[in-house]
């Protein structure tokens, strides 16, 4: 199965006033988000997915292969379906998301998300790590919890699953996973997904990914037992990456 990994990358982000082209040790960080995709060599081929030439420029300029879109897309996989659809990318079977602002994203996440389609078990797959039970009551993180066949049940920014009996906080802990934002689509999936109405999951968690799960596409879950890092939201965030770029580059070649 041909496998496209595309990175979607808007430029009007209001957090971090224009991210994609923000820089991460001297190159913008969709850059190095491209090259960390790149390197990992688990897509036949990776895409820069823009709406701004400014960051289509950046991306050619540092050897990265960009595509235009739309800039009405409500979400990162709106803008993955059209690249889907793009004469010069039809014939790739797997497509994954990789958001453009996780320049530490892990192999284990992105491998394990596509591994659950490539295998034929489900038509998406994410990622999850095991997290902390400190997280169940942060509404930054989403959590995720899945049956036994790997299939989720449900993603929530609430603290799932809930504990209810004290007695039971060493069975919740051992079953607390924190997902990853990483998405593989086959094909035929990611075109039923886009032409699905917002789920009322959807709008009241804001969560895209309850819009396929409400509507019955399974969505297979890789647990990856390695560290998370976070993306980058904030000039916080990017000095801490800025920080700690070079060990991390050092740790990924060394």
């Avoid at 820069?48 to 595509?67: C, R």
């Avoid at 897309?73 to 793009?86: F, I, K, L, N, Q």
């Avoid at 647990?223 to 060990?247: F, M, Q, Y």
Wanted: proline share 7%; charged share 25%; glycine share 8%.
């Amino acid at each position: 199965m041909r496998t496209l990994a595309v990175i979607p990358a808007r430029l009007g982000a209001t957090r971090l006033p224009r991210k994609p082209l923000r820089l991460l040790a001297g190159l913008p960080l969709v850059v190095r988000v491209w090259q960390r995709v790149r390197d990992m060599d688990i897509a036949d081929r990776c895409v820069i997915a823009t709406d701004s030439q400014e960051v289509a420029d950046a991306a050619m300029s540092h050897g990265a292969e960009a595509v235009m879109t739309s800039p009405d897309h409500p979400s990162g996989t709106h803008r993955v379906a059209e690249v889907a659809r793009h004469p010069d990318f039809t014939n790739y079977d797997v497509l994954v998301n990789i958001q453009g602002d996780e320049p530490f994203i892990s192999r284990g996440a992105l491998t394990g998300a596509v591994r659950m389609v490539t295998a034929g078990n489900f038509p998406l797959g994410t990622a999850a790590v095991p997290a902390s039970a400190r997280v169940l009551g942060d509404p930054g993180v989403v959590k995720v919890v899945a049956g036994e066949d790997g299939r989720a049940m449900y993603f929530s920014r609430a603290p799932i699953p809930f504990l209810r009996d004290a007695e039971d906080a060493d069975l919740q802990r051992a079953h607390v996973r924190q997902h990853i934002g990483v998405y593989a689509y086959g094909r035929d999936a990611l075109m039923q997904w886009i032409s699905l109405p917002e789920s009322p999951l959807e709008r009241i968690e804001r969560l895209e990914q309850l819009r396929p799960l409400a509507a019955g596409i399974a969505i297979g879950v890789s647990i990856v037992d390695e560290p998370v890092r976070p993306g980058i939201d904030t000039e916080a965030d990017l000095e801490l990456a800025n920080h700690e770029w070079t060990t991390f580059s050092s740790l990924m070649t060394g």
